[in-house]
Protein backbone atom coordinates (compact mmCIF):
# COMPACT_ATOMS: atom_id res chain seq x y z
CA UNK A 1 0.00 0.00 0.00
CA UNK A 2 1.07 3.68 -0.88
CA UNK A 3 0.31 6.57 1.46
CA UNK A 4 0.17 9.76 -0.62
CA UNK A 5 2.83 12.70 0.68
CA UNK A 6 0.25 14.01 2.56
CA UNK A 7 -0.32 12.70 5.99
CA UNK A 8 -3.12 11.50 5.79
CA UNK A 9 -2.88 8.16 7.64
CA UNK A 10 -4.72 9.57 11.00
CA UNK A 11 -6.86 11.81 9.33
CA UNK A 12 -10.92 11.32 9.38
CA UNK A 13 -13.28 11.70 6.18
CA UNK A 14 -15.00 14.41 5.95
CA UNK A 15 -15.26 15.21 2.46
CA UNK A 16 -16.35 13.41 -0.75
CA UNK A 17 -14.11 10.33 -0.93
CA UNK A 18 -14.07 7.98 -3.64
CA UNK A 19 -12.77 4.51 -4.58
CA UNK A 20 -11.66 3.75 -8.26
CA UNK A 21 -9.65 1.40 -10.41
CA UNK A 22 -7.27 3.35 -11.88
CA UNK A 23 -6.88 3.56 -16.21
CA UNK A 24 -3.17 2.75 -17.19
CA UNK A 25 -1.70 4.60 -19.85
CA UNK A 26 -2.24 5.25 -22.70
CA UNK A 27 -5.82 4.53 -21.96
CA UNK A 28 -5.66 7.04 -19.35
CA UNK A 29 -4.27 9.87 -21.84
CA UNK A 30 -6.91 8.80 -24.58
CA UNK A 31 -9.42 9.32 -21.93
CA UNK A 32 -8.01 12.57 -20.93
CA UNK A 33 -8.07 13.97 -24.24
CA UNK A 34 -11.74 13.59 -24.82
CA UNK A 35 -12.34 15.53 -21.47
CA UNK A 36 -10.42 18.37 -22.81
CA UNK A 37 -12.37 18.62 -25.81
CA UNK A 38 -15.42 18.53 -24.16
CA UNK A 39 -15.17 18.96 -20.29
CA UNK A 40 -11.69 20.74 -19.73
CA UNK A 41 -12.32 21.01 -15.76
CA UNK A 42 -12.43 17.21 -15.36
CA UNK A 43 -9.40 16.64 -17.63
CA UNK A 44 -7.90 17.66 -14.88
CA UNK A 45 -9.08 14.48 -12.59
CA UNK A 46 -7.49 11.11 -13.07
CA UNK A 47 -8.59 9.15 -15.62
CA UNK A 48 -10.58 6.29 -13.36
CA UNK A 49 -13.50 3.70 -13.17
CA UNK A 50 -15.79 4.32 -10.49
CA UNK A 51 -16.25 1.38 -8.03
CA UNK A 52 -18.06 3.85 -4.92
CA UNK A 53 -19.31 7.38 -4.37
CA UNK A 54 -21.38 7.49 -7.36
CA UNK A 55 -23.71 4.81 -7.84
CA UNK A 56 -24.41 0.68 -6.25
CA UNK A 57 -21.77 1.99 -3.05
CA UNK A 58 -22.61 5.55 -2.06
CA UNK A 59 -19.51 7.97 -0.99
CA UNK A 60 -17.23 6.31 1.77
CA UNK A 61 -19.19 7.72 4.99
CA UNK A 62 -17.59 10.45 7.15
CA UNK A 63 -16.07 9.88 10.53
CA UNK A 64 -13.95 7.20 9.85
CA UNK A 65 -10.11 7.42 9.50
CA UNK A 66 -7.77 7.24 6.68
CA UNK A 67 -5.86 4.24 8.14
CA UNK A 68 -9.08 2.47 8.70
CA UNK A 69 -10.09 2.85 5.64
CA UNK A 70 -6.64 1.28 4.33
CA UNK A 71 -6.76 -1.21 6.23
CA UNK A 72 -10.14 -2.54 4.80
CA UNK A 73 -9.31 -1.71 1.08
CA UNK A 74 -5.45 -3.28 1.45
CA UNK A 75 -7.32 -6.92 2.66
CA UNK A 76 -10.05 -6.41 -0.28
CA UNK A 77 -7.24 -5.68 -2.95
CA UNK A 78 -6.03 -9.03 -1.56
CA UNK A 79 -8.72 -11.24 -2.58
CA UNK A 80 -8.57 -9.43 -6.25
CA UNK A 81 -6.57 -9.94 -9.21
CA UNK A 82 -5.73 -7.35 -12.27
CA UNK A 83 -8.15 -8.65 -15.01
CA UNK A 84 -9.13 -6.43 -18.65
CA UNK A 85 -11.62 -4.89 -19.46
CA UNK A 86 -12.77 -2.86 -22.72
CA UNK A 87 -15.14 -0.01 -23.39
CA UNK A 88 -18.38 -0.63 -25.23
CA UNK A 89 -20.24 3.11 -26.09
CA UNK A 90 -20.45 6.70 -24.73
CA UNK A 91 -23.79 7.22 -22.44
CA UNK A 92 -25.67 9.67 -20.26
CA UNK A 93 -27.15 9.13 -17.04
CA UNK A 94 -30.64 9.77 -17.19
CA UNK A 95 -31.95 13.24 -16.41
CA UNK A 96 -28.55 15.05 -16.49
CA UNK A 97 -25.53 16.14 -18.35
CA UNK A 98 -23.21 13.39 -17.07
CA UNK A 99 -21.99 11.48 -20.35
CA UNK A 100 -19.67 8.48 -19.40
CA UNK A 101 -17.88 5.20 -20.84
CA UNK A 102 -19.53 2.14 -20.47
CA UNK A 103 -17.40 -1.26 -19.87
CA UNK A 104 -18.36 -4.00 -21.86
CA UNK A 105 -19.70 -7.42 -19.62
CA UNK A 106 -16.90 -7.68 -16.99
CA UNK A 107 -17.86 -10.31 -14.15
CA UNK A 108 -14.54 -9.60 -12.47
CA UNK A 109 -15.52 -5.91 -12.27
CA UNK A 110 -18.92 -6.39 -10.88
CA UNK A 111 -17.23 -8.56 -8.40
CA UNK A 112 -14.58 -6.18 -7.67
CA UNK A 113 -17.44 -3.29 -6.79
CA UNK A 114 -19.03 -6.06 -4.75
CA UNK A 115 -15.87 -7.15 -2.91
CA UNK A 116 -15.25 -3.34 -2.02
CA UNK A 117 -18.36 -2.62 -1.12
CA UNK A 118 -18.46 -5.09 1.29
CA UNK A 119 -14.36 -4.81 2.76
CA UNK A 120 -15.99 -3.25 6.00
CA UNK A 121 -15.70 0.47 5.27
CA UNK A 122 -18.83 1.99 6.05
CA UNK A 123 -20.46 3.71 3.08
CA UNK A 124 -23.65 6.16 2.63
CA UNK A 125 -26.43 4.98 0.81
CA UNK A 126 -27.35 5.44 -2.95
CA UNK A 127 -30.43 5.39 -5.12
CA UNK A 128 -28.69 4.11 -8.00
CA UNK A 129 -27.69 0.39 -9.05
CA UNK A 130 -24.09 0.16 -9.98
CA UNK A 131 -23.12 1.10 -13.53
CA UNK A 132 -19.21 0.96 -14.14
CA UNK A 133 -18.11 3.48 -15.64
CA UNK A 134 -15.61 6.51 -17.11
CA UNK A 135 -17.27 9.85 -16.51
CA UNK A 136 -16.39 12.14 -19.81
CA UNK A 137 -17.97 15.21 -18.76
CA UNK A 138 -19.76 16.16 -15.79
CA UNK A 139 -22.80 18.25 -15.31
CA UNK A 140 -21.09 20.80 -18.75
CA UNK A 141 -23.92 21.87 -20.42
CA UNK A 142 -22.74 21.95 -24.44
CA UNK A 143 -22.76 25.43 -26.06
CA UNK A 144 -24.94 23.96 -29.24
CA UNK A 145 -26.30 20.46 -30.48
CA UNK A 146 -23.17 19.77 -32.51
CA UNK A 147 -21.09 19.57 -29.58
CA UNK A 148 -23.50 17.17 -27.94
CA UNK A 149 -23.82 15.21 -31.08
CA UNK A 150 -19.95 14.96 -31.33
CA UNK A 151 -19.54 13.84 -27.89
CA UNK A 152 -22.03 11.49 -28.39
CA UNK A 153 -20.83 9.55 -31.62
CA UNK A 154 -16.94 10.18 -30.76
CA UNK A 155 -15.18 6.50 -31.90
CA UNK A 156 -15.00 5.11 -28.58
CA UNK A 157 -11.59 3.70 -27.26
CA UNK A 158 -11.73 0.03 -28.36
CA UNK A 159 -8.26 -1.20 -27.04
CA UNK A 160 -8.27 -3.84 -24.24
CA UNK A 161 -6.63 -2.66 -21.06
CA UNK A 162 -5.86 -4.02 -17.58
CA UNK A 163 -7.19 -2.77 -14.82
CA UNK A 164 -4.81 -3.62 -11.56
CA UNK A 165 -4.93 -0.67 -9.04
CA UNK A 166 -7.05 0.50 -6.61
CA UNK A 167 -7.10 4.30 -5.64
CA UNK A 168 -8.87 6.70 -3.19
CA UNK A 169 -9.22 9.96 -3.69
CA UNK A 170 -10.76 12.78 -1.63
CA UNK A 171 -12.94 15.68 -3.71
CA UNK A 172 -12.54 18.96 -1.58
CA UNK A 173 -14.10 20.63 -4.83
CA UNK A 174 -15.61 19.87 -7.63
CA UNK A 175 -13.00 19.61 -9.71
CA UNK A 176 -9.64 18.63 -8.19
CA UNK A 177 -8.80 15.72 -6.06
CA UNK A 178 -6.42 14.78 -3.72
CA UNK A 179 -4.94 10.83 -3.60
CA UNK A 180 -5.47 9.38 0.13
CA UNK A 181 -3.93 5.54 -0.60
CA UNK A 182 -3.34 3.51 -3.86
CA UNK A 183 -2.44 -0.61 -3.93
CA UNK A 184 -2.13 -2.98 -6.28
CA UNK A 185 -4.67 -5.86 -6.93
CA UNK A 186 -3.86 -9.39 -5.72
CA UNK A 187 -0.17 -9.51 -6.56
CA UNK A 188 0.32 -6.83 -9.00
CA UNK A 189 3.32 -4.66 -8.71
CA UNK A 190 3.30 -1.01 -7.95
CA UNK A 191 5.31 0.51 -11.47
Known amino acids: MEISAGNW ?46 CGTGLISHGQTVREISECLENAAKKLSPFNVC ?13 FLTLKDSPELLETQKIVSGCGIKFDPTPYPYC ?23 PVPQETFTLDMLSVYALYEKNT ?7 PLGNAQVI
Open 9 to 54: NNAVVDCPVYIVLDIPSPMAEKIQDIRQKFDPERAKLPAEITLTGS
Open 87 to 99: FDKIDRFPNTDIY
Open 132 to 154: PHCTLSLRKVFQDEQQLFDMLFL
Open 177 to 183: CELICKM
